[in-house]
């Protein structure tokens, strides 16, 4: 049985297109030189598309694969999913021009966890965007000489790998904190 499953995959470069799509106009990637309004809506702007993929996808990617694999670690079957009604929100919020984007692009679903296994498993995630804020605070801590473009992947990295811990271990219903709480409050 292999750790990800061909559906998983697909969902998850629907997700990664989906994220890099809505953020690929929030970045000002050091390709741009010249601002063309008109260009912007003629033309499919691919490399920023590809630029707030990389930066935006593996903060999401990461941080679902480790609840899957720390699930499967203790026994339990977990799938990944796109979260299709969430991007499709988040998609319609680019579209609109709202200036305000939430949605959950991805998530996974375990079967029989306990509620110590559930909160283990809501954990892992935030604590590996944690990880990915750490190093990229320590690649910009000590490799002081990057390019612009590495330069801007790595304060990217770090600006949203910090919001999505702090966001997701809020103990709100539905967050990850809200499972790692719960766990801990039946656990004492």
């Known amino acids: 049985m292999a750790l990800v499953s061909i ?7 629907i997700m990664t297109l989906g994220v890099g799509f809505i953020f690929m106009d929030s970045f000002f990637p050091a390709h741009h030189q010249q601002y063309d309004p ?5 033309q499919f702007d691919w490399h920023a598309l590809l630029f707030a993929a990389l930066v935006t996808a593996p903060a999401v ?34 579209v609109l021009n709202t200036g305000f984007i939430f ?21 892992v995630g935030p604590f590996f965007n944690l990880v990915l804020f750490c ?24 600006r949203i790998n910090g919001f999505l811990f702090i ?6 219903p539905g967050f990850d904190g809200s499972h790692v709480f719960r766990g801990l409050f039946q656990l004492f």
């Open 7 to 13: 559906a998983e995959l697909f969902d998850m470069v």
């Open 38 to 42: 008109i260009k912007k809506y003629t």
């Open 61 to 94: 990617i990461f941080h679902e694969l480790a609840h899957k694999f720390v699930a499967i670690s203790i026994g339990l079957q977990a799938t990944f999913h796109a979260a299709y009604m969430w991007l499709g929100i988040g998609l319609l919020l680019k």
């Open 103 to 123: 949605f959950v692009p991805g998530y996974v679903s375990t079967v029989g966890a306990t509620q110590l296994q559930h909160a283990i498993i809501a954990f």
């Open 135 to 158: 190093t990229a605070w320590l690649v910009l801590q000590y490799q002081p000489k990057l390019k612009q473009r590495a330069q801007i992947f790595w304060v990217l990295t770090k």
């Open 167 to 172: 966001f997701n271990m809020i103990p709100i």
